[in-house]
């Protein structure tokens, strides 16, 4: 199981904008190269995200995006469910035959969604800036 091509690509962006100052602003060019994004591509997600309220953007010089709240605010799942609509889904129980060990195959999965989804909702941006902040020094100047 994966997410989506443009739930990744929503994280990227939205973790790279939370790793700088709130007042600072980035434009869709270099969150795309910080996050080996296709610019295209990103444009979009950056349109959806900013329609959601999770991204502010300024127009002109010095313009760009940044968070729409802060990072501690914004859970890894409201990202994924503004850009793909729902979190993870294993199966659609309502659809799933009945037989000798069903109803166990549709409570794993649906306890394990459970967790999944839980986990994502309580993982901020911020979290994900913090995991590996040792690791990694992320710089940018002006």
Do not use: H, W
């Not at 060019?29 to 329609?51: D, S, Y």
């Not at 009945?98 to 649906?110: D, N, P, Q, R, Y």
């Amino acid at each position: 199981m994966q997410i989506s091509r443009k739930a990744d690509y929503a994280l990227r962006a939205m973790t790279i904008l939370g790793s700088i100052p709130p007042d600072r602003t980035m434009q869709a060019q270099e969150l795309a190269n910080a996050g080996k994004i296709p610019t295209k591509f990103l444009e979009q997600i950056l349109l959806v995200l900013k329609r959601s309220g999770l991204l502010k953007s300024k127009r002109g010089v010095g313009g760009g995006y940044r968070l729409g709240r802060e990072s501690r605010l914004i859970s890894v799942a409201e990202v994924i469910e503004t850009v793909d609509g729902e979190l993870v889904s294993f199966i659609e129980a309502d659809d799933f035959p009945t037989f000798s060990g069903s109803a166990g195959i549709v409570k794993c999965l649906e306890d394990a969604e459970e967790l999944i989804n839980q986990r994502l909702a309580q993982t901020s941006i911020e979290d994900l800036v913090q995991t590996g902040a040792d690791d990694v020094m992320v710089g940018y100047g002006i």
